[in-house]
């Protein structure tokens, strides 16, 4: 397995590895990760701990998650990788047609046009009833108490950003209750305030003594469907009812001899590995040279133009993943990277507000979660009396009837969050996941070179300085990356920016398994990460 340096730390960081060998807990909330540990200290497992991190999220970075948001999971159980899309679908009234009678030509960010089914409740309920060993109560006391006694607000919460953005955006009675629920007479908490989410303590209650049931088939869905009737949306208890969660074949490519590994369509994890199975084919001496840089760039912009062109729901529209991923349309791609930057264009294969957490305990199992809300809060809307703050994950769908990722009744969109994982001749060596939107994928290969082809740490691999390509030629670039490569991919052709923050460029977790089961933890440094160790 590939070495890494642990004193070797060539990026600004105040951070160093965790080693543990009994359990441990990543994510981007101390809190959180106390959540979890101590899970794992009364006896649960990694996926019980993912759990009680994933629902302490909900509370204490409500700003990036939510209870009424969607969620995947790749789980390493029992010398087997397992793979959980609790994303939700379409409503069944919710259609293109049905959009352009109501005069609605682009789909919204906010407000009811935009919701769909919200996976994250039954994503906790399944991982538990399959892999878990204690009870959903249990597991979810840490967050209940948070919620119900109080907790003060951390410096990586983007509760002011999003505030900004809603006094303006958000209009009108159905936007009330999310400034009833997330404000203190209308100012939003400040860093270090103790703040209180009595609502969210009730829902996570009833989430916890009926698995989930309350929330799809019980009250919370009988709440969220007067809501939804109420205000003229589409989403209906029928449609809570139907919901399942979906286990489903982790993809993967080989890269440096590893398997990297991310949730099938309709995540974009296939993005990720279009690029790295492109990038294989090249060799990679340093990190920072422009060679290494303009070659990253140019293989993630190939591989967002045929994620944007071919992912959708599997289940509607066909998505050609195994020619996507052949050795063969990859040389096919790679041919096409020279040395000024291109327009990136979709290629023919041939035919046939988000937080992410890992956790791994002493018997060898490992989870890779993430969940999400989605542009921070979500649709702005707020579910009167429960904390349930509903996402907006239907602004992704395409409103063109002739693109794969069209809108339709029932119909799952394409989705930004992923989970990553990696193994090495069939033994787990861990998970990692970079948050934030479409920055997802470009963080994830990142991170694997950084790991793969660099043999950095897992902490200095998240303390690297990153780009972000954002469109046609445009990619910002960290304060951190030295000025003479951004000058250089500049003359190359690419439009290189200055980034004014580190917030979009995402906020990383890795878990590192040594040969002789030591775990080795890395947290985000652009945020208050921390790794939870036992």
Same mark, same amino acid.
């Given at each position: 397995?590939?070495?890494?340096?642990?004193?070797?730390?060539?990026?600004?960081?105040?951070?160093?590895?965790?080693?543990?060998?009994?359990?441990?807990?990543?994510?981007?909330?101390?809190?959180?990760? &106390?959540?979890?540990?101590?899970?794992?200290?009364?006896?649960?497992?990694?996926?019980?701990?993912?759990?009680?991190?994933?629902?302490?999220?909900?509370?204490?970075?409500?700003?990036?998650?939510?209870?009424?948001?969607?969620?995947?999971?790749?789980?390493?159980?029992? @010398?087997?990788?397992?793979?959980?899309?609790?994303?939700?679908?379409?409503?069944?009234?919710?259609?293109?047609?049905a959009?352009?009678?109501?005069?609605?030509?682009?789909?919204?960010?906010?407000?009811?046009?935009?919701?769909?089914?919200?996976?994250?409740?039954?994503?906790?309920?399944?991982?538990? *009833? *399959?892999?878990?060993?204690?009870?959903?109560?249990?597991?979810?006391?840490?967050?209940? /108490?948070?919620? #119900?006694?109080?907790?003060?607000?951390?410096?990586?919460n983007?509760?002011?950003?999003?505030?900004?953005?809603?006094?303006?955006?958000?209009?009108?009675?159905?936007?009330?209750?999310?400034?009833?629920?997330?404000?203190?007479?209308?100012?939003?908490?400040k860093i270090?305030?103790?703040? *209180?989410?009595?609502?969210?303590?009730?829902?996570?209650t009833?989430i916890? /003594?009926?698995?989930?049931?309350?929330?799809?088939?019980? /009250?919370?869905?009988? +709440?969220?469907?007067?809501?939804?009737?109420?205000?003229?949306?589409?989403? +209906?208890?029928?449609?809570?009812?139907?919901?399942?969660?979906?286990?489903?074949?982790?993809?993967?490519?080989?890269?440096?001899?590893?398997?990297?590994?991310?949730?099938?369509?309709?995540?974009?994890?296939?993005?990720?590995l279009? $690029?790295?199975?492109?990038?294989?084919?090249?060799d990679?001496?340093?990190?920072? =040279?422009?060679?290494?840089?303009?070659?990253?760039?140019?293989a993630?912009?190939?591989?967002? $133009?045929?994620g &944007?062109k071919?992912?959708?729901?599997?289940?509607?529209?066909?998505v050609?993943?195994?020619?996507?991923?052949?050795?063969?349309?990859?040389?096919?791609?790679?041919?096409?990277? @020279?040395?000024?930057?291109?327009?990136?264009?979709?290629?023919?294969?041939?035919?046939?507000?988000?937080?992410?957490?890992?956790?791994?305990?002493?018997?060898?199992?490992?989870?890779?979660?993430?969940?999400?809300?989605?542009?921070?809060?979500?649709?702005?809307?707020?579910?009167?009396?429960?904390?349930?703050?509903?996402?907006?994950?239907?602004?992704?769908?395409?409103?063109?009837?002739?693109?794969?990722?069209?809108?339709?009744?029932?119909?799952?969109?394409?989705?930004?969050?992923?989970?990553?994982f990696?193994?090495?001749? #069939?033994?787990?060596?861990?998970?990692?996941?970079?948050?934030?939107?479409?920055?997802?994928?470009?963080?994830?290969?990142?991170?694997?070179?950084?790991?793969?082809?660099?043999?950095?740490?897992?902490?200095?691999?998240?303390?690297?300085? *990153?780009?972000?390509?954002?469109?046609?030629?445009?990619?910002?670039?960290?304060?951190?990356?030295?000025?003479?490569?951004?000058?250089?991919?500049? +003359?190359?052709?690419?439009?290189?920016?200055?980034?004014?923050?580190?917030?979009?460029?995402?906020?990383?977790?890795?878990?590192?398994?040594? /040969?002789?089961?030591?775990?080795?933890?890395?947290t985000?440094?652009? =945020?208050?990460?921390?790794?939870a160790?036992?």
């Open positions: 397995m590939r070495n890494h340096d642990s004193q070797y730390y060539p990026y600004p960081s105040r951070r160093t590895p965790v080693y543990a060998n009994r359990g441990m807990v990543a994510t981007s909330q101390p809190l959180a990760a &106390q959540a979890g540990l101590a899970i794992l200290r009364k006896g649960g497992n990694a996926i019980d701990a993912a759990i009680a991190t994933a629902a302490a999220l909900t509370v204490v970075e409500p700003g990036s998650n939510g209870i009424g948001g969607d969620a995947f999971a790749l789980v390493w159980y029992k @010398g087997k990788l397992h793979g959980l899309n609790s994303s939700g679908p379409a409503p069944r009234n919710l259609s293109i047609e959009l352009k009678r109501a005069g609605v030509n682009v789909i919204p960010k906010y407000g009811w046009i935009p919701v769909t089914v919200p996976g994250t409740p039954a994503a906790w309920a399944e991982l538990s *009833r *399959r892999f878990g060993k204690l009870p959903l109560t249990e597991v979810l006391a840490p967050a209940i /108490e948070y919620a #119900d006694r109080g907790y003060p607000i951390s410096a990586g983007y509760w002011g950003r999003a505030y900004e953005i809603f006094k303006t955006g958000l209009v009108g009675e159905p936007f009330h209750e999310w400034f009833h629920t997330f404000t203190h007479n209308g100012n939003v908490p270090g305030e103790l703040f *209180r989410l009595p609502d969210h303590a009730k829902t996570l009833s916890a /003594e009926t698995n989930a049931e309350a929330f799809y088939r019980g /009250e919370l869905a009988e +709440r969220i469907d007067r809501l939804s009737r109420q205000y003229g949306g589409f989403l +209906r208890k029928e449609d809570l009812e139907a919901f399942r969660p979906e286990w489903v074949e982790p993809i993967s490519v080989n890269y440096r001899g590893y398997d990297i590994w991310e949730i099938p369509p309709n995540g974009q994890g296939l993005v990720t279009i $690029a790295l199975n492109i990038l294989k084919g090249f990679f001496a340093e990190r920072d =040279t422009v060679d290494t840089y303009h070659k990253q760039l140019e993630m912009k190939l591989a967002f $133009a045929d &944007q071919y992912i959708a729901d599997p289940a509607r529209s066909h050609p993943i195994q020619a996507l991923l052949s050795d063969s349309y990859a040389e096919q791609r790679r041919r096409l990277i @020279g040395r000024s930057a291109l327009e990136p264009a979709p290629g023919e294969p041939p035919q046939g507000g988000t937080v992410y957490l890992c956790t791994a305990d002493a018997d060898g199992h490992m989870v890779s979660f993430i969940q999400s809300n989605y542009m921070g809060f979500g649709s702005g809307l707020v579910v009167p009396g429960t904390g349930i703050a509903l996402h907006n994950r239907g602004h992704n769908f395409s409103l063109d009837p002739s693109h794969a990722n069209r809108l339709e009744p029932g119909k799952k969109p394409y989705h930004t969050i992923i989970p990553g990696i193994t090495h001749k #069939d033994r787990p060596v861990g998970p990692f996941g970079v948050m934030g939107g479409f920055m997802q994928p470009q963080g994830h290969v990142q991170v694997v070179m950084n790991l793969l082809d660099f043999g950095l740490n897992p902490q200095a691999a998240l303390d690297a300085p *990153r780009w972000q390509w954002l469109k046609g030629k445009t990619v910002e670039f960290e304060h951190q990356t030295p000025a003479h490569l951004v000058q250089a991919l500049a +003359r190359r052709g690419h439009d290189a920016q200055w980034a004014l923050n580190s917030t979009t460029f995402g906020r990383g977790q890795i878990i590192w398994r040594l /040969e002789n089961g030591v775990l080795v933890g890395g985000e440094p652009r =945020t208050d990460g921390q790794v160790a036992w």
